[in-house]
């Protein structure tokens, strides 16, 4: 009877954990830039990063940027060819659609067997690796504002830009990693290096803040599917397949001078928080994970391994050319380009065959790129192209001095600056939703049926353009 009743304990333990699957054995160290998380449970303590030790349900918030923990696994991940697309663990975190807050992975071997993580951490280069705008050996420096409520913490980057994490009304408690429970950290100050990337985020168009999937490569990027843990998402494509989350795969691994490195096994993984920036009301961008897997060998699951990616562009440009920057991927490492075909959504847009973007036009702009012959290898970014200069009418009028008020609005709008002219409104996607004839500055223009969001004015038309933007609430 009692040996019945141990082996139902065990079985239901075996189930519990996803029978024999490899999760996290033990956190080495958790130490958080400051955030609104920090100093409270269930995200930012030393027992939240416990709570990603056999399973993934935990809570862990890594702060702001250059925020970290170091985890083992009990037994080697393999970097094993024949896992699912060659992948070979996997993150969960807690994005959303359209909010993602990359984490940076960093995995090592305990080449000299001491348990202890002191070997050579590798990078595994995601696809924002690659981007002009990615820097390595970024360091910010965070000052302790002091004090036992929520304020604003200071911090200065290694380039001589500073800036606040942001106290906000919904996280009362310091941001800052407070000595009982983070000892390790200098009452006063410290900085935190690690490699930052720009994301493409847009936090300037509240309640619809996003900050936009990284494409393969980031913790804290994508969503989870409802499969098993041990069958892992292809990170390759843009649906959540088999247990979602992110996949990573050790050949990813590269060295300081980005070369990769070709990795069999792996015992340790530091997730880092990539990304500095405010997220408006979400408060600071702060990578989450709340568990990590092993991925179960074994073949059988096949797909696409071959992706097409284009940095993506600032929300609003106005400059005359862009290099554009481009990549094709195959199982996550980069092959050379092949030819490459342009489609853009406005006749005033080009792109060169050296990926350079010419403009002679403004509004909404859509370019899409598909490898030549293969339209299933497609990618496309979107931005809001604004003259840039001082743009004239063709009666000589000058439009420089144009306002909008009030902004945001509810019910009425004026807009002032010019004599007469016609508008057209347009949705963030592009779509005209209002025409307005002969407008005379000042006038009564009514807004109450607009749904709430953000517009985009033209005023004019032909060479004499202008842009004014509206928060409608
Ligand atoms: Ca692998
Ligand atoms: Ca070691
Ligand atoms: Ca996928
Ligand atoms: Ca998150």
Known sequence: MLA???????????????????????????????????????????????????????????????????????TAVENDSDNPFGIDFTIFGNPMTDWSEPGMVWVMEDKNENGLPDDTWFELAGSDYYFSSTLKDYRVTYTNPGGVEASDVPWEDHLGNSGKIRANSAHTQPYYPLTDSFPAISADGY????????????????????????????ADNQIRGSGSHTVPDNPYTAEVENSGGDAFDISWAVDRE???????????????????????????????ITGVVDVAAGPGLSGNLDLLVIQDLPLEIDTGTIQMELFLFHMGRPVSLPPIQWIVSEEWAAVDENQVLSLSGSGPLTLSAFVTGVPSLYASVSTLVTPGLLVFSTAGESLSRLSLYPNPAREIIHITGMKEANLIFYDLSGKMVRQVQNYLAGGDIHIHDLSPGVYLIQIGEGSAIRWLKLLKQ
């Open 258 to 288: 980005g070369n990769f490195v070709d990795l069999d096994r792996i015992h340790f993984v530091k997730v880092q928080n990539g990304i500095l920036h405010e997220g408006g009301w979400l408060g600071e961008l702060s990578t989450e």
């Open 191 to 218: 900085t935190l290096t690690g490699t930052l990337i720009q994301g493409a985020i847009d936090v300037e168009h509240p309640p619809g803040n996003k900050s936009l999937r990284r494409a393969f490569g980031y």
């Open 4 to 74: 019945r009743t141990i082996f139902t304990y065990i079985l239901l333990i075996l189930s519990c954990v996803g029978a024999g699957a490899q999760y996290i054995t033990g956190v080495m160290e958790y130490r958080p830039a400051p955030g609104q998380f920090i100093n409270s449970m269930p995200w930012g303590c030393p027992v939240s990063a416990r709570s990603l030790v056999s399973g993934v349900n935990g809570t862990l918030s890594l702060g702001a940027f250059g925020g970290y923990v170091i985890f083992r696994f009990e």
